[in-house]
């Protein structure tokens, strides 16, 4: 089983910048796949910012030049860097990934509970 523990939500005022952090623990053998999606009231769910464990990765058009998404392999924690925030970026940002199994086959994917991020003046 995979455990992700958030961390780094909270209110900035426009043009602030956060940094979210996910922890994944647990037993595994991997953690292969790592993103940040967020939903806002009343819209779907959207991928934000992936990284793969190689380091490659990939953005919304809404937050590129903004957000850079980084990992640490070691920690098994993947961070979000959000910078010149806008009240549009205002939503829950829910860290996801995926892992390999204890028995180096099997894999799962898992959702982090989500950190609330408010930009607002």
């Known amino acids: 089983q995979v455990q992700l523990v958030e961390s780094g939500g909270g209110l900035v005022q426009p043009g602030g910048s956060l940094r979210l952090s996910c922890a994944a623990s647990?037993?595994?053998?991997?953690?292969?796949?790592m993103g940040w999606y967020r939903q806002a009231p009343g819209k779907e769910r959207e991928l934000v910012a992936s990284i793969t464990r190689g380091g490659t990765t990939d953005y919304v058009d809404s937050v590129k030049g903004r957000f850079t998404i980084s990992r640490d392999n070691s920690k098994n924690t993947v961070y979000l860097q959000m910078n010149i925030l806008q009240p549009e970026d205002t939503a829950v940002y829910y860290c996801y990934v995926t892992s390999t199994g204890i028995d180096a086959v099997s894999l799962s994917y898992h959702w982090g509970q989500g950190t609330q991020v408010t930009v607002s003046s």
């Open positions: 647990g037993r595994f053998f991997r953690i292969n796949y």
